[in-house]
T-cell receptor, first 117, second 112 residues
């Protein structure tokens, strides 16, 4: 079974600064997806960024980028130029590419990000 | 395009009762997954339905069940409610298994 670990329960950053959230995972599979989801106080889960394990290039979405280290099973999220609207709980998630696993996501414990003005 | 909708948004039930939660996926999406979110256990996968068939099931007791209708709308049912069933229940829909999942706003269930 796959596991996802986020070792930072809470992080804080000053507005306009950069912050990195950490995530490690454990799997015996070689083909999978990794995601970062954001859950603001409204509780609506929003996809931030996605990485396919077979792609060596790190994914980037505007101010959000990842550092994907497949051998180390590490998947960190970097938020540049942090904005007040980035304050939320961030979840790292794993999804297998095996058809038998379907769309099932395995989530980490979450990191609560505070952005200070 | 309308997003994933879940009804009701809030629910209060008593121990021993049963409850049914509803999820309407984005139009055209055939896969619906359900997750339970609690402070203690975090986000846990309940089950996934695709074209009216349960495709995947998480590690939850048989009191938790679900179904999907021909229009892809899904319901989940919890029978004989326990205090520990108090949680935010999230529904997510996608076109198919390798496509992005879009989450609904959740149903907050409180069991007293």
């Amino acid at each position: 079974a796959q596991t996802v670990t986020q070792s930072q329960p809470e992080m804080s950053v000053q507005e306009a600064e950069t912050v990195t959230l950490s995530c490690t995972y454990d799997t015996s599979e070689s083909d999978y997806y990794l995601f970062w989801y954001k859950q603001p106080p409204s509780r609506q889960m929003i996809l931030v960024i996605r990485q396919e394990a077979y792609k060596q290039q790190n994914a980037t979405e505007n101010r959000f980028s990842v550092n994907f280290q497949k051998a180390a099973k590490s998947f960190s999220l970097k938020i540049s130029d942090s904005q007040l609207g980035d304050a939320a709980m961030y979840f790292c998630a794993y999804r297998s590419r095996k058809e038998t696993s379907g769309s099932r996501l395995t989530f980490g414990e979450g990191t609560q990000l505070t952005v200070n003005p | 395009k309308a997003g994933v909708t879940q009804t009701p948004r809030y629910l209060i039930k008593t121990r021993g009762q049963q409850v049914t939660l509803s999820c309407s996926p984005i139009s055209g999406h055939r896969s619906v997954s359900w997750y339970q979110q609690t402070p203690g256990q975090g986000l846990q996968f309940l089950f996934e339905y695709f074209s009216e068939t349960q495709r995947n099931k998480g590690n939850f007791p048989g009191r938790f069940s679900g179904r999907q209708f021909s229009n892809s709308r899904s319901e989940m049912n919890v029978s004989t409610l326990e205090l520990g069933d108090s949680a935010l229940y999230l529904c997510a829909s996608s076109l198919d298994i390798f496509y992005e999942q879009y989450f609904g706003p959740g149903t907050r269930l409180t069991v007293t």
